[in-house]
């Protein structure tokens, strides 16, 4: 890892090839519109502006991306045009210049636009407001003083949050051939009985505390499957402190993105959770949603990345002198979004004869469970893995 004062020069970084090839390396392999990518639609559907990228601008019905490239020939610019509408959502990542026409354009054409540090803090969104509902909102806003309702939404999504956990262990577990080790055993019963006393739970603070509980056993078992390169001991954040909570926080912030992105694109208010609700300037309704799909998305994506050697713990990370934390440097950034994309657009059958889906469906059917239980009081049962 580097140490790096803040705001620090970001690394020069990597250029990938254009398309994605099953005989390149996954560090050269890319399925987003990065600066230095041009990949149909029907694989990719993400502009991400990253640290070289040095301007952003309209050119008729194409985003205009002006990048620094670096490699054997030297530091150079290059430039890509991305057609809008091969564009589905943009995410800024620090600071690249972006010109006003780009985002208002953006707006018109519906595409959301979300914006986090380099270092992985949430900053918001810009979304169009095109899909307001009014109805919808008032109900949402009367469910969210109604503790009945707010306490059985929150069991019901720590119960599968707890449950996909213990699943993502028995994953884990099944392909190391150690299903049957005391630990991993002890670990996938604590949960199950977790997640059984969170969705009986009487109050929210019962509820948090049940999720606490199964945190704690589920973390400190994902650790025995980190490689040694990249170890995880447990989970920090604020600043993470080594690369494996690096990795965990940058992925949960960009999960969480794609999840208000999905709030608000059916007409709900981010702000009005269940769970997390007692937050003040939080995106709450997003953090309650996102939290099935934190090992399901999250976790096991980090997994990938570490177990592969897809990211290197010197290369790919940096120390920042201001708060002490560890954070993905510029290259270790643009692997992560590769793996990332590739994750969210793969397909998969969520149960046994269940037509195909993808994550990113995943989530918008997790949006709209939950307003089949704000409108009809329908008893949804969230995301659980396969």
């Keep these: 890892m580097r140490s790096t004062a803040a705001p ?43 640290g070289d990228t040095l301007r952003v601008t309209l050119q008729s019905k194409r985003v205009e991306v002006i990048y ?21 959502r943009v995410l800024v990542v620090g600071r690249p210049a972006v ?24 900053r918001g969104s810009l979304l169009p407001d095109n899909n307001l509902n009014a109805g919808r909102r008032i109900r949402q ?65 019962l509820v948090r505390g049940f999720e606490g509980i199964a945190a704690a056993h589920y973390f400190r078992r994902l650790g ?17 402190r080594d690369p494996a909570n690096a990795l965990l926080s940058f992925a949960y912030t960009v999960l969480l993105g794609e999840v208000e992105g999905a709030i608000r694109a059916h007409g709900l208010d981010a702000g009005i959770g269940c769970l997390h609700c007692d937050r003040v300037n939080t995106p709450s309704l997003a953090l309650d949603l996102m939290e099935p799909l934190r090992p399901a998305v999250a976790d096991l994506l980090v997994l990938n ?6 990211v290197n713990p010197d290369a790919d990370f940096e120390v920042n002198s201001d708060d002490g934390g560890v954070y993905l440097s510029e290259t270790g950034r643009k692997v992560f979004f590769v793996m990332y994309e590739q994750a969210m657009t793969r397909r998969f ?5 269940a037509p195909h889906t993808d994550l990113r469906k995943v989530i918008d059917d997790q949006v709209c469970a939950y307003i089949r239980v704000l409108e009809s009081g329908s008893e949804e049962v969230f995301f659980l893995l396969p």
């Design 305 to 310: 990345l570490v177990n592969h050697n897809m």
């Design 349 to 353: 059958a969520p149960s046994k004869g």
């Design 8 to 50: 620090a020069v970001s690394p020069t970084p990597v250029r990938f090839p254009a398309m994605c090839s099953s005989s390149t390396t996954p560090r050269n392999r890319s399925c987003v519109w990065s600066p230095a990518s041009c990949v149909p639609k029907k694989t990719m559907a993400s502009l991400i502006l990253n």
């Design 224 to 240: 025995d499957f980190f490689s040694e390169a990249i170890p995880f001991t447990n989970r920090n954040r604020r600043p993470p």
């Design 68 to 88: 620094r490239v670096s490699d054997e020939q030297g530091e150079r610019q290059e430039t890509s045009q991305v057609p809008l509408f091969d564009i589905e």
């Design 141 to 205: 806003y009367e469910s969210g003083t109604d503790p009945v309702f707010s306490l059985a939404v929150a069991r019901r999504l720590i119960h599968a949050k707890i449950r996909n956990g213990r699943r993502v262990l028995q994953r884990l577990a099944a392909n190391r051939g150690i299903s049957d080790a005391s630990d991993q055993v002890a670990a996938c019963e604590a949960l199950r009985d977790l997640a059984d006393q969170a969705l009986a739970a009487e109050t929210p603070d």
């Design 99 to 122: 010109t006003l026409p780009v985002l208002t354009r953006l707006m018109d054409e519906g595409i959301p636009c979300f914006f986090i540090t380099r270092h992985g803090r949430w």
